[in-house]
């Protein structure tokens, strides 16, 4: 199982970033994905998740809006895009595998600056 993230970077307050995690090595639309991120000092925080079809979306309270998760299975894709952004929202950002709290492979993380 390989989970490969890209497109974080530095970007100004309000702002906005498209993440991509492309996944590799089991049969992507056959379960749940979600993004977390973790900001220094903090623990992992759940961002959203999405079931296998793509067709179920589940956002924490305070992202939603802001946030939409979304999945491309032809392409063995997960995406983040984030819009508003907040200097709080400066963190390193997971794509993961399996429902919520039930984590069974992570990515390495992209690293969102913003400033």
């Known amino acids: 199982v390989q989970l490969v993230e890209s497109g974080g970077g530095l970007v100004q307050p309000g702002g906005s970033l498209r993440f991509s995690c492309a996944a590799s090595g089991f049969t992507f639309g056959d379960g749940d994905v979600a993004w977390y991120r973790q900001a220094p000092g903090n623990g992992f925080e759940w961002l959203a998740s999405?079931?296998?079809?793509?067709?179920?979306?589940y956002y924490e309270a305070s992202m939603k809006g802001r946030f939409t998760i979304s999945r491309n299975n032809a392409l063995n894709t997960l995406y983040l895009e984030l819009s508003s952004l907040e200097t709080e929202d400066s963190a390193l950002y997971f794509c993961?595998?399996?429902?919520?709290?039930?984590?069974?492979?992570w990515g390495q993380g992209t690293q969102v600056t913003v400033s």
């Open positions: 999405t079931t296998g079809n793509g067709l179920r979306t």
């Open positions: 993961a595998r399996g429902p919520y709290a039930t984590i069974d492979a």
